[in-house]
């Protein structure tokens, strides 16, 4: 087994389980909760059409556009401009992981709490190939037709999960574990195509 393929995926996501009761109030008006946090994504031009985060939803154009601008004409990931693209995703993620019922806290537009996203900065001229950002997008098209058949299934597994949350409390671990899996999957190809920090191919897999 080669080195990279042993190495982790430059973007890790987890959302801690929780282990306890979950507030069936917040969680049967969760949709209506969540509209300040919607209109926020909407500023920034975010927002995932597709439930377990559609790329072609998740980034805006205004963000990802300079970036392959820098890299095809200067071959540069300014670390500024990284930052930034990561903080963004971090707090769509975490909206993200609210609306879908992962967890009840109210999201922090700053704080990580339980929704865990990590990404590597890439060494652009040694890691990252200039031509590539070109066609990235092209080359997820087999990814993006695997994402929309399990975002149907996502979208059927979240509505189970809110009537067992309204009658026991608890979201099933199992189907906890299926809709972070498709969210997991769905943030490497974001990774790869759109914020455009690694080359390497995202695996078709839902494990961590």
Request: glycine share 6%; no cysteine.
């Amino acid at each position: 087994m080669s080195a990279q393929a042993a190495a982790p995926y430059p973007l890790t996501f987890s959302v801690d389980y929780p282990d306890r009761d979950l507030n069936r109030v917040t969680t049967g008006f969760r949709l209506i909760l969540a509209i300040p946090l919607l209109l926020l994504l909407a500023l920034f031009g975010l927002g995932r059409p597709g439930f377990g985060g559609h790329p072609l939803g998740g980034v805006s154009l205004l963000l990802f556009l300079p970036v392959v601008a820098l890299l095809v004409l200067r071959h540069k990931y300014p670390r500024w401009w990284f930052d930034f693209n990561v903080m963004l995703l971090r707090l769509e993620t975490r909206i993200t992981s609210y609306l879908f019922l992962l967890r009840d806290e109210y999201p922090s537009v700053d704080g990580e709490q339980a929704v865990h996203i990590d990404v590597m900065y890439p060494d652009a001229p040694n890691e990252l190939n200039r031509w590539l950002p070109l066609v990235k997008w092209f080359l997820a098209i087999p990814h993006f037709i695997v994402l929309f058949f399990l975002d149907i299934a996502a979208v059927v597994v979240v509505v189970i999960a809110w009537f067992a949350i309204l009658f026991t409390g608890r979201y099933p671990r199992g189907m906890f574990d299926f809709v972070v899996g498709v969210m997991r999957w769905s943030l490497r190809v974001t990774a790869y195509a759109f914020l455009l920090v690694t080359d390497r191919y995202p695996p078709f897999s839902l494990a961590s």
